[in-house]
């Protein structure tokens, strides 16, 4: 047994944890002051006020002044990529769009080049540098898509990678499917071949390898049309994944209503979200995902977070780590921006990394708050005055240790 007491604050403790956190509810973070918490194995035993600390455990740790909070979810990420995008970071401050670095052969098309004259192990190497480097900031659990392959055998090794990484760290990881991301330029002339490789040859295999939870579409301009999402949403519903959906970050692009339509677990990015997007929304479980290290990294519009929450939404925050637009796992750093660009309050920002985004990730019913029997996904952080100071020294890194399935972690 491991023992954590002197805890200055316990932060997130729902003795029964909700399915997920709407509207006016995400404004709601209970904590425990000058707290224990035990964990048994792998997982959250209990915990209480210091008068009743049990006295007997195998390991102990003193937090005296210290936070802890249960390990964030970031359900959006990409992080297994070959090499970085700097190059175009440099093309973004000369006043190139997102699109015409797209256009130029850049983009997701660069880093499909890339990770194509990559080796499997070499890939594995540098994407578990970016698994270790995140959980050191107090990532828990974390959600990986392909998509940078874009042919049937660069997918399906992606998603081996993705495999490999669930078997060899401590991290609880969910794999997607994300062979629409882009158009190759090879199909650039016959859109509809790359689609009938998508559904005919790519999703078959990746299933029979039982290589993804999830399936993704990247429906927005530029990218895949509603009608194309459509089938290939349909087609891996037959198969047996559930969708997660890149929608509406560069327009209104109906990503929203088709995600909602083929009950997909999350819809991201979300820039462009009005009443009837909202409306849509409201009549759903499915889960509004918002990246705003993308929005602050590309300088685009923001997504109408305050808005969403006071029409009764949920809202899950997640990273969006790639080479491209969000070269970042901080997810402390993504909370500062949704609290200062999306005029999200600590609170809610906390919920929607935790709760929110466990659900985001399929992940609700063992991850994403204190509860026992839990899976004991943890960080300890330095010590600090209140829960608010995280998201406002957004650039310190406050997390001390982190406790992954029951274990302390080496930094």
């Given at each position: 047994?491991?023992?954590?007491?002197?805890?200055?604050?316990?932060?997130?403790?729902?003795?029964?944890?909700?399915?997920?956190?709407?509207?006016?509810?995400?404004?709601?973070?209970?904590?425990?002051?000058?707290?224990?918490?035990?964990?048994?194995?792998?997982?959250?035993?209990?915990?209480?006020?210091?008068?009743?600390?049990?006295?007997?455990?195998?390991?102990?740790?003193?937090?005296?002044?210290?936070?802890?909070?249960?390990?964030?979810?970031?359900?959006?990420?990409?992080?297994?990529?070959?090499?970085?995008?700097?190059?175009?970071?440099?093309?973004?401050?000369?006043?190139?769009?997102?699109?015409?670095?797209?256009?130029?052969?850049?983009?997701?098309?660069?880093?499909?080049?890339?990770?194509?004259?990559?080796?499997?192990?070499?890939?594995?190497?540098?994407?578990?540098?970016?698994?270790?480097?995140?959980?050191?900031?107090?990532?828990?659990?974390?959600?990986?898509?392909?998509?940078?392959?874009?042919?049937?055998?660069?997918?399906?090794?992606?998603?081996?990678?993705?495999?490999?990484?669930?078997?060899?760290?401590?991290?609880?990881?969910?794999?997607?499917f994300l062979g629409a991301h882009a158009i190759p330029i090879e199909?650039?002339?016959?859109?509809?071949?790359?689609?009938?490789?998508?559904?005919?040859?790519?999703?078959?295999?990746?299933?029979?390898?039982?290589?993804?939870?999830?399936?993704?579409?990247?429906?927005?301009?530029?990218?895949?049309?509603?009608?194309?999402?459509?089938?290939?949403?349909?087609?891996?519903?037959?198969?047996?994944?559930?969708?997660?959906i890149h929608a509406n970050e560069l327009d209104?692009?109906?990503?929203?209503?088709?995600?909602?339509?083929?009950?997909?677990?999350?819809?991201?990015?979300?820039?462009?979200?009005?009443?009837?997007?909202?409306?849509?929304?409201?009549?759903?479980?499915?889960?509004?995902?918002?990246?705003?290290?993308?929005?602050?990294?590309?300088?685009?519009?923001?997504?109408?977070?305050?808005?969403?929450?006071?029409?009764?939404?949920?809202?899950?925050?997640?990273?969006?780590?790639?080479?491209?637009?969000?070269?970042?796992?901080?997810?402390?750093?993504?909370?500062?921006?949704?609290?200062?660009?999306?005029?999200?309050?600590?609170?809610?920002?906390?919920?929607?990394?935790?709760?929110?985004?466990?659900?985001?990730?399929?992940?609700?019913?063992?991850?994403?708050?204190?509860?026992?029997?839990?899976?004991?996904?943890?960080?300890?952080?330095?010590?600090?005055?209140?829960?608010?100071?995280?998201?406002?020294?957004?650039?310190?890194?406050?997390?001390?240790?982190?406790?992954?399935?029951?274990?302390?972690?080496?930094?």
């Amino acid at each position: 047994m491991l023992l954590i007491k002197n805890i200055k604050q316990l932060i997130q403790v729902r003795p029964e944890a909700p399915l997920m956190l709407r509207g006016k509810e995400m404004a709601e973070l209970p904590m425990l002051d000058n707290a224990w918490l035990l964990i048994e194995n792998d997982v959250i035993h209990s915990f209480g006020h210091m008068e009743n600390c049990p006295e007997n455990a195998d390991e102990v740790i003193d937090a005296t002044g210290k936070l802890v909070f249960p390990s964030w979810c970031d359900s959006h990420t990409h992080i297994v990529y070959a090499g970085s995008r700097e190059s175009e970071f440099v093309d973004k401050i000369h006043g190139l769009s997102y699109e015409e670095i797209a256009r130029r052969g850049g983009g997701i098309l660069n880093s499909a080049k890339r990770l194509q004259a990559c080796s499997e192990d070499e890939l594995y190497n540098q994407a578990l540098l970016r698994a270790n480097e995140i959980a050191t900031f107090g990532t828990g659990a974390v959600e990986i898509k392909s998509g940078y392959g874009l042919t049937v055998q660069d997918e399906l090794k992606m998603l081996r990678v993705i495999k490999r990484l669930r078997e060899t760290t401590q991290l609880t990881i969910r794999a997607t499917f994300l062979g629409a991301h882009a158009i190759p330029i090879e199909y650039k002339e016959n859109r509809a071949a790359y689609i009938d490789l998508i559904v005919d040859e790519m999703l078959p295999k990746v299933v029979a390898e039982g290589l993804a939870d999830f399936v993704d579409v990247f429906c927005d301009k530029g990218f895949f049309t509603v009608d194309e999402t459509d089938r290939i949403l349909s087609e891996a519903k037959k198969l047996g994944l559930q969708a997660k959906i890149h929608a509406n970050e560069l327009d209104y692009s109906g990503g929203i209503q088709v995600g909602v339509k083929h009950d997909a677990l999350s819809v991201d990015h979300l820039e462009y979200t009005g009443n009837e997007e909202m409306e849509v929304l409201l009549n759903s479980n499915t889960m509004p995902t918002l990246l705003p290290s993308t929005a602050f990294f590309l300088r685009i519009k923001q997504p109408p977070a305050r808005e969403m929450m006071q029409a009764g939404l949920p809202i899950a925050l997640a990273s969006d780590y790639n080479p491209g637009s969000s070269p970042s796992g901080k997810m402390s750093f993504v909370l500062s921006l949704a609290c200062i660009n999306l005029r999200m309050t600590p609170e809610e920002a906390i919920n929607a990394a935790t709760i929110n985004s466990a659900y985001a990730m399929g992940i609700h019913a063992s991850h994403g708050s204190i509860t026992p029997g839990k899976i004991a996904n943890l960080f300890i952080t330095q010590e600090m005055s209140s829960y608010a100071f995280l998201p406002y020294a957004f650039g310190s890194n406050l997390v001390e240790s982190t406790i992954l399935k029951g274990k302390v972690q080496n930094h």
